[in-house]
T-cell receptor, first 113, second 116 residues
């Protein structure tokens, strides 16, 4: 049973479009993350947040931006999509307690034509 | 610099045998956490096991155990009595301490194939 939701599940769109990937969680977690993952490959952290109005860039340089206006919502925006942005984007959340794992959404598979 | 290293891109194991998936990490923090996740071909991420840096005993969860060697900075996952359903990608992850901003980063993964 998923308590973290990502929409859309799949998106095929043309170059230059503005895209927002949605992520919402109902668990009240303060920490949220965005990872980029090509099929069968490693997860690259692109953004994370400790709570409302907190956002940090991850280890992978990304042309995307995020916002955290509400605890449950952590959208990712690409202002101008390019073919190099084609990938899967995974959203995750976790509690602050150090032994608590991340809960992942089902991902958004993005294809930029 | 890569902070989580999984040196085995792919591993094969015979059904019912045990297999060890390697993970080494690099951090200067004293407090950190190590996680293993399983990602089947369907794509979901499934949490398997956790080891805290101050835990003195190796973590165990059912058929999964973590061989934690702090001085060597390794946190290998051991799967006992492999099953066909264990075929998947396995990721080692580290929740960094204050020096790393408390973020969680992942290794490149190991693809495990269980043979009947």
């Amino acid at each position: 049973e998923a308590d973290i939701y990502q929409t859309p599940r799949y998106l095929v769109i043309g170059t230059g479009k503005k895209i927002t990937l949605e992520c919402s969680q109902t668990m009240g977690h303060d920490k949220m993350y965005w990872y980029q993952q090509d099929p069968g490959m490693e997860l690259h952290l692109i953004h994370y947040s400790y709570g409302v109005n907190s956002t940090e860039k991850g280890d992978l340089s990304s042309e995307s931006t995020v916002s955290r206006i509400r605890t449950e919502h952590f959208p990712l925006t690409l202002e101008s999509a390019r073919p190099s942005h084609t990938s899967q984007y995974l959203c995750a959340s976790s509690e602050w307690a150090e032994n608590q794992p991340q809960h992942f959404g089902d991902g958004t598979r993005l294809s930029i034509l | 610099a890569q902070k989580i290293t999984q040196t085995q891109p792919g591993m094969f194991v015979q059904e019912k045998e045990a297999v060890t998936l390697d993970c080494t990490y690099d951090t200067s923090d004293q407090s950190y956490g190590l996680f293993w996740y399983k990602q089947p071909s369907s794509g979901e991420m499934i949490f398997l096991i956790y080891q805290g840096s101050y835990d003195e005993q190796n973590a165990t969860e059912g058929r999964y155990s973590l061989n934690f060697q702090k001085a060597r900075k390794s946190a290998n996952l051991v799967i006992s009595a492999s099953q066909l359903g264990d075929s998947a990608m396995y990721f080692c992850a580290m929740r960094e301490g204050p020096g790393g901003g408390f973020k969680t980063i992942f290794g490149a993964g190991t693809r495990l194939f269980v043979k009947a």
